[in-house]
């Protein structure tokens, strides 16, 4: 679901996804302004909606750290995808096959988009609140 909700992003900027092994306890989402990072298994991320996070700016030494660290592993990993605004639902359809080994059709991106809209229901009420 979060793989076909990056995709969907294609059309504003291009997407890169790396899969690793590693056994992060973290989520990272590196923009060209900031990065930002989740914390899921943080001592106030325990029972919460959403996970402690911050954002670093990319002035900082976090951020250009972590921006090489992901230039690096995005260049060394042999699992990982780019969609760009020229693909289409048929590329993230193999994308999902090739990843996962199951079929998937347009059906079951018409359900996860729907399930995805529902998930993503009280965080765009919550950004809102934020003035987003």
């Not at 679901?1 to 059309?11: E, G, H, K, Y």
């Not at 670093?56 to 990982?80: A, G, I, Q």
Request: glycine share 4%; hydrophobic share 35%; proline share 2%.
């Amino acid at each position: 679901m979060t793989i076909v909700s990056l995709f969907d992003f294609r059309t504003s900027c291009p997407v890169h996804i790396v899969y690793t092994n590693d056994t992060v306890v973290y989520r990272m989402e590196l923009t060209d302004n900031a990065v930002f990072l989740s914390w899921y298994h943080g001592p106030q991320s325990a029972g919460k909606e959403m996970p402690e996070s911050v954002q670093f700016s990319s002035e900082s030494m976090c951020y250009l750290v972590l921006r090489e660290e992901m230039t690096r592993r995005f260049e060394v990993s042999e699992r990982k995808v780019s969609f760009e605004s020229r693909h289409a639902d048929v590329d993230l359809l193999a994308h999902l096959t090739t990843l996962t080994g199951k079929r998937f059709d347009a059906g079951d991106l018409t359900k996860m988009r729907a399930s995805y809209d529902v998930y993503g229901k009280s965080l765009r009420e919550f950004l809102r609140t934020l003035g987003y």
